[in-house]
């Protein structure tokens, strides 16, 4: 190896050693402590300090990037702090626990925080960082199903559905599982996701097409909620056209059966007692003609 490559390999070693003491020893490299808050509801920030009976002052600021922190709420034990209308109402700060609690929280509300404590000299005591994440939880999915069976080639016909998943409300955006199906008889015929304008809350709703292979219960998950469980790829042992035609040839040989019966009743020979009747008939005729001579 050449003295320039030597060089340059030990002067790179060394900017990267230095790269790495540099973000250890930073303020940055601290591990933000993370709180979850329901949209809607409220959330508490406490903040660690290590000398809580010297602090005397205590400010909240929202880290916004490429701008100016945004002060929430805070304290001096000599006077109050001017806190903007929109916090003042939403926000209320405890002195003792050196915390605040914000109300009616919204997604707007997400983000990095800093809490920064005085001392008596008002030097900053403690600084900590705190990363509150908002979530709302979805709608319960609304499933659908449409199941059609089509001819393969000239083998037997084959029965697929077409499934669709949708659940409004939720927050962060979020994915449709499906459960209980074969991922390589699935594919994908619409996916959208849209999120709220005011709300920034999220509706989801996808369309996949199924190819049956057996009956199948099936439910989708949005977030957290999971839908109704329905079963689609139900084979019917006997199929509405097969019954109908059943029906109807059953129809058609009761008429014929009665028809006959008809015909046979209509056409039975002669008895005694009408003989006998002719008879009678016959000798009243000849009687009467013989008195007319």
């Given at each position: 190896?050449?003295?320039?490559?030597?060089?340059?390999?030990?002067?790179?070693?060394?900017?990267?050693?230095?790269?790495?003491?540099?973000?250890?020893?930073?303020?940055?490299?601290?591990?933000?402590?993370?709180?979850?808050?329901?949209?809607?509801?409220s959330v508490t920030f406490r903040c660690p300090s290590t000398h809580r009976d010297l602090v005397e002052?205590?400010?909240?600021?929202?880290?916004?990037?490429?701008?100016?922190?945004?002060?929430?709420?805070?304290?001096?034990?000599?006077?109050?702090?001017?806190?903007?209308?929109?916090?003042?109402?939403?926000?209320?700060?405890?002195?003792?626990?050196?915390?605040?609690?914000?109300?009616?929280?919204?997604?707007?509300?997400?983000?990095?925080?800093?809490?920064?404590?005085?001392?008596?000299?008002?030097?900053?005591?403690?600084?900590?960082?705190?990363?509150?994440?908002?979530?709302?939880?979805?709608?319960?999915?609304?499933?659908?199903?449409?199941?059609?069976?089509?001819?393969?080639?000239?083998?037997?016909?084959?029965?697929?559905?077409?499934?669709?998943?949708?659940?409004?409300?939720?927050?962060?955006?979020?994915?449709?599982?499906?459960?209980?199906?074969?991922?390589?008889?699935?594919?994908?015929?619409?996916?959208?996701?849209?999120?709220?304008?005011?709300?920034?809350?999220?509706?989801?709703?996808?369309?996949?097409?199924?190819?049956?292979?057996?009956?199948?219960?099936?439910?989708?998950?949005?977030?957290?909620?999971?839908?109704?469980?329905?079963?689609?790829?139900?084979?019917?042992?006997?199929?509405?056209?097969?019954?109908?035609?059943?029906?109807?040839?059953?129809?058609?040989?009761?008429?014929?059966?009665?028809?006959?019966?008809?015909?046979?009743?209509?056409?039975?020979?002669?008895?005694?007692?009408?003989?006998?009747?002719?008879?009678d008939i016959l000798l009243d005729d000849c009687h009467s003609q013989l008195q007319r001579v």
């Amino acid at each position: 190896m050449s003295l320039q490559l030597r060089c340059l390999y030990t002067h790179s070693l060394a900017l990267v050693v230095t790269l790495l003491l540099l973000t250890a020893t930073s303020g940055n490299s601290k591990v933000p402590m993370n709180i979850t808050a329901v949209l809607g509801h409220s959330v508490t920030f406490r903040c660690p300090s290590t000398h809580r009976d010297l602090v005397e002052g205590l400010y909240i600021q929202k880290v916004i990037n490429d701008k100016d922190d945004l002060f929430i709420n805070g304290f001096y034990k000599s006077r109050d702090m001017p806190v903007k209308p929109a916090y003042l109402r939403r926000t209320k700060v405890n002195k003792m626990e050196l915390s605040m609690e914000m109300r009616n929280i919204s997604v707007s509300d997400e983000g990095l925080y800093n809490c920064v404590a005085f001392d008596n000299k008002w030097e900053k005591t403690d600084i900590s960082d705190i990363l509150l994440k908002v979530t709302a939880e979805y709608s319960v999915p609304t499933i659908t199903t449409d199941c059609s069976e089509r001819k393969r080639g000239y083998g037997s016909a084959v029965q697929s559905c077409q499934l669709s998943c949708s659940a409004v409300g939720g927050y962060p955006q979020s994915t449709v599982r499906w459960v209980e199906l074969n991922p390589s008889l699935t594919s994908i015929v619409y996916n959208w996701s849209s999120a709220d304008n005011e709300s920034k809350t999220w509706t989801i709703n996808q369309t996949i097409m199924y190819n049956c292979d057996q009956p199948t219960n099936v439910s989708c998950a949005i977030g957290g909620t999971v839908s109704d469980t329905i079963t689609i790829c139900e084979t019917e042992s006997f199929p509405l056209v097969v019954i109908t035609a059943i029906i109807i040839v059953l129809v058609f040989v009761l008429l014929l059966i009665f028809v006959v019966v008809i015909k046979c009743c209509c056409r039975r020979p002669p008895t005694s007692e009408d003989q006998a009747g002719r008879v009678d008939i016959l000798l009243d005729d000849c009687h009467s003609q013989l008195q007319r001579v």
